[in-house]
C-alpha cells in the first residue's frame, strides 16, 4: 500500500522573506544559525539577497563578534545588528560599535 504524505512546497528564504513584507511586516529579523553555532557554511550570500530584494527594514544577528563583520552588514544594507554574546563577553566591542554606530545597534539578552 503506498502511502502519500501531503507536504507543503519548499520555499526559498528569499520567497519567505517576500511573503512576510507581503503580510505586513515591518521589519524582517535575520539570524545566520550556522555562524551562531560556529559552523563554516555560513549564509551570508542568502541573507544579502534578501536585503537587496525587500522593501523594508532587515536587522541580522549571525554570531557578530567583530567591529568589522558589525560593518560589513551595515555596509551590505542591514539597517540593524543584534548583538548577543559579545554583550556579556566583549565590553570594548559593544562601546566601540555603539560609539560607531549609534542609532542601529540592538542588544539581545536571553536568560534560561
Not at 500500500?1 to 505586513?24: C, H, Q, T, W, Y
Request: aromatic share 6%; with cysteine.
Amino acid at each position: 500500500m503506498e502511502v502519500l504524505i501531503n507536504r507543503p512546497p519548499l520555499i526559498s528564504p528569499l520567497d519567505s522573506a517576500v511573503e512576510f513584507e507581503k503580510a505586513g511586516a515591518e521589519w524582517l529579523h535575520i539570524i545566520d544559525l550556522g555562524r551562531v553555532f560556529g559552523q563554516d557554511d555560513d549564509n551570508t550570500d542568502v541573507i544579502q539577497n534578501i536585503i537587496k530584494n525587500v522593501n523594508i527594514p532587515v536587522q541580522v544577528g549571525c554570531g557578530l563578534r567583530s567591529e568589522i563583520s558589525i560593518g560589513q552588514w551595515f555596509n551590505n544594507g542591514a539597517e540593524r545588528v543584534v548583538l548577543g554574546t559579545a554583550v556579556v563577553t566583549d565590553q570594548r566591542l559593544v562601546t566601540d560599535v555603539c560609539a560607531h554606530y549609534p542609532a542601529v545597534s540592538y542588544t539581545h539578552l536571553r536568560a534560561h
